[in-house]
Each structure stands twice: as structure tokens, then as C-alpha cells.
């Protein structure tokens, strides 16, 4: 079976298909009313003239010049008008030819209109005359006649009765089918015509953008759409023209930070490789210096690890949020605690205070990630400051965690940038930090997939206050 795919079609050629449906469409409604409904139109029109020339007849039957006036009509109109008495007897008409038995005739078309309350129609088929006046032989076309017949007022005694043929003229009916052949070549190669343009300020632009969006599809993320010509097309070349900044940002980012993390890993795994070799060589001489080097390293290791399977795993929505009922306030406790263990050697001091103990329904292994990862960036970037706070502060239904540091702060032009994937600050490594430029872009996602929001406020060389805040509970 043979199926028309209509969504396979390209565009111009759909435009070009609708276009001349339209116009067949079109075409056929023109057809049904000058060959299907011709005749019963006519005929209407006809009628209500014929109805209108009796009313003038009769208005105008005391006039002098009524005989003038009835040639006019009967001339304009081609019927013939016979002005009769209520007997049938003629009074005055538009022809000479006479008809002995015509009396006779009227009287008993009278006598149906008094009955059908002044007025009566009488429709007939003449057999078609020669211009002798002699009956044409063969099979010509039948035309049909009427024969109206109107009562004037009683006291006026007195009728009019019009004969005419009220069948189109054959003359008529062929004009109006040239006509139609005329209508439909011009419609046709409008169509056409309209559809080609139309095509070409459509589908062009069209398929110009899609020829550079398969190029940014390889990868290329220099290409820019310069499509214009309308609306649509220009925002569609604006949306792929920002896609393409935005891959191309993400692209640049993306190999600094396989630079980076092929960097920072070389760095820590050859540390642990030359302290374990040494202590393999002289098993008697091992520190415990040496072996807090290569615990360090190995922290080091594990939390790059970390950073990008926890954002790839975010990145790919894999992850679902598992929510629960918990203390956001024991959680933001526990981290603090945990990171506070971790440094204890470095004599950090992290103040939490807050004002209630608040619950949320939210995913607790993601919140505590997510502010763990402040909390640690503000212990990376405190520079020679120890000290760290944390507050939590509830403002109507939600609840806002807030860490501030008193460290080297971000440059202002850094700000905009510092959430975004594998960005990392340009004054980085100060204190051989092993950052991923990870660990906000994984903070924003899990605030965002919570329907949170997140900030930060920051003075260069003064310190930072990074902040999220999410709905609380009761
Ligand atoms: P990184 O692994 O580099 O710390 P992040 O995404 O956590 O990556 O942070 C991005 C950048 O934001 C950092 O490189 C740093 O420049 C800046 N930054 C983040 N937190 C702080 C902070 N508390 N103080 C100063 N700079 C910060």
C-alpha cells in the first residue's frame, strides 16, 4: 500500500501542496456555481426581476406615456408585457404579434391568480424557434419560460402579465466557462508563482541554519547563524548563536580541566610514589612527616575522584532526589564537626550558630554535600585567617545556610563565573589547593534540583559569604 508520508515532505514542496489545494479548492467552488447552481441562480434573479418589472408596470399604468414605458422594460428585461382587464381582454402590450385564442388564455391565468391571492406562475418549455419563427429540428436544449401573472388593486380591474425565458442564453453560458478556464490558468500559475517565493523566503533561511548547525553538531563551536529574513528564523539564529558560545565555554573549560586534573593527579601520585619508594629503601628511617604526605595525597586523590563522578552523575540526572524529613540544623552540625576533625592539626576555628532546630524535606546526603563543599572551599581560600562562620537564619518558610571566611576573597570579575562547571579562580594554587572548579557548579545543581537559591557576597583581599536557602518544614 502506498502511504503518503506528509511529514517527510520538505517544506517548500508542503507550502507548494497546500497553496494548490487551496487553489483547487477555490477552482471548484467557482466551478459549482457557474455550471451546478447557474440555472437555479438565474433563474432566482430572473424572477425577482420580472416581479419587479410588473410592480413598475402597474404603478405606472395611468400614465400617459405608459406605453413608452413598457417597450423600455419589456426591451431591457427581453420579456413580453401584456396589460389586460380582469377578462383577459388586451389593454396594451409590448409586441404587435396577436394571438386569437391569447384572451382565452390570459383569462385563465387570471382566474389561477385570484385563487392564489393576486399573483401566479406558470413555468413552461417553448420548443426553441429559428428566427423564422419555425421550430429549430434536432435535440436542442430545452429553455425554460415563465409566465407571470400579477393582479393590480380590485377597483383598478386590471393585470399584468409578463412572459420571459428565464434559462440562461447558451452565449451567457459559454462566456462564463471561458471565463473559468481563463480564472483557473491565471489562479494555477499564481500558485505556482507564490509558492516559489515563498518557498525561497521560507525554507531558504531554513535550511542555511540547519546547514550550520550540522557543523556546530561536529563539534565546530565557532560557527555562528546569521539567518534573518523573519521573526522566527532571526530568534532561532540568536538561540543557536548563544548554544554555540555556551559549548564552545563549556568545550575550552572542559579541556583546562583534563589539563588540570592530569596535573593535579600527576602531582600527588608522584609524591606518593617517591615517599612509598623511599620508605620501601630505608624501612628504618620512615617519619611520620612521610606518611602524613602520602595520607594528604591520597585525600587529595580521593576528593578530585569524588568532585567529578558527583558532577557527572548530577549532570546526567542519574541521580534522583531522595528526599526525607530531617534536621537541616544536625546535619550542618555533623559536617561541620567532620571537617573540623579532619583539620584538626591546622587549629581552624568554624563557629556555627543558629536560631532553631529546623527540619526540611529535602535530600540530606545532597544538602550536606552541598554545604560540606562551602565549608571546605572556605577553609581552601582562608588564607592565613582561621577562622570560619556559619550561620543558619529562617526567614518566613525557608531556611538559609550561610558560610563566611575572612580569607583572600574573589575577584570581582571572577563572581560571575565561579558557578559555572570547571571554572576555577584566577588566583588559584596560592596554597597548592587542588580545586577541580567543580565544587560550586556541584553546590548550584543541587540547590537548583531543590528549587532553592544560592548566592554569594565577596570583597577581594576581606573574605567571602557564600549562602543557599531552601524551603523549611512546618
Ligand atoms: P575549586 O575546586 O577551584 O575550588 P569551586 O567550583 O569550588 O572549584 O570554586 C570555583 C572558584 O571559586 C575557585 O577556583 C575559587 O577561585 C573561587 N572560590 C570558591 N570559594 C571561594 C572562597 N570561599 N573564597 C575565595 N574564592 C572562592
Known sequence: MISLNFNGLRLKWKIFTFLLGFCALLLLILWLFQ???????YKNIRIMEIKRDAITVMSNAGNDDIAEIIADI?????????????????????????????????MLLISQARENGGEFYEYFSPPAMNPRNRPMPGNRPQMQSLIYTKLADEEDG??????????????????????????SGIMIILAVTLAIIIAKRVSTPIEEINREAAKLAKGNYDTRFAGKGFYEIAELSETLNTAAVELGKVEKLRRELLANVSHDLRTPLSLIYSYSELMNDFPGEITQEQIKVIMDESRRLTTLVNDVLDISKLENEMEQLNSSRFSITETVLKTTMRVEELLRSEQF??????????????????????????????????????????????????????????????????????????????????????????????????IELHGGTYGVQSEFGKGSTFWFEIAKLG
Open 349 to 446: 576555628e568554624i563557629i556555627f550558630s543558629y536560631d532553631d532546630d529546623i527540619y526540611v524535606d529535602a535530600d540530606e546526603t545532597k544538602i550536606s554535600r552541598a554545604f560540606y563543599n562551602l565549608l571546605v572551599n572556605a577553609v581552601n581560600y582562608s588564607g592565613a585567617s582561621r577562622t570560619i562562620t556559619v550561620t543558619q537564619t529562617t526567614t518566613g518558610d525557608s531556611v538559609k545556610i550561610t558560610v563566611t571566611d575572612f580569607g583572600e576573597g574573589i575577584a570581582e570579575y571572577d563572581i560571575p563565573y565561579i558557578w559555572d562547571r570547571y571554572y576555577r579562580g584566577s588566583e588559584k594554587h596560592k596554597r597548592g589547593i587542588t580545586g577541580t572548579g567543580l565544587g560550586l557548579s556541584i553546590v548550584k545543581k543541587i
Open 74 to 106: 419589456s426591451e431591457n428585461s427581453d420579456i413580453t408585457i401584456d396589460i389586460t382587464d380582469l377578462s383577459g381582454k388586451s389593454i396594451l402590450r409590448s409586441y404587435s404579434a396577436q394571438d386569437r385564442h391569447v384572451a382565452e388564455v390570459f
Open 158 to 183: 386590471m393585470a399584468v402579465i409578463i412572459n420571459a425565458v428565464i434559462s440562461p442564453v447558451n452565449a451567457t453560458v459559454t462566456t462564463l466557462r471561458f471565463q473559468l478556464y481563463f480564472v
Open 35 to 41: 455550471t451546478v447552481l447557474l440555472d437555479a441562480f
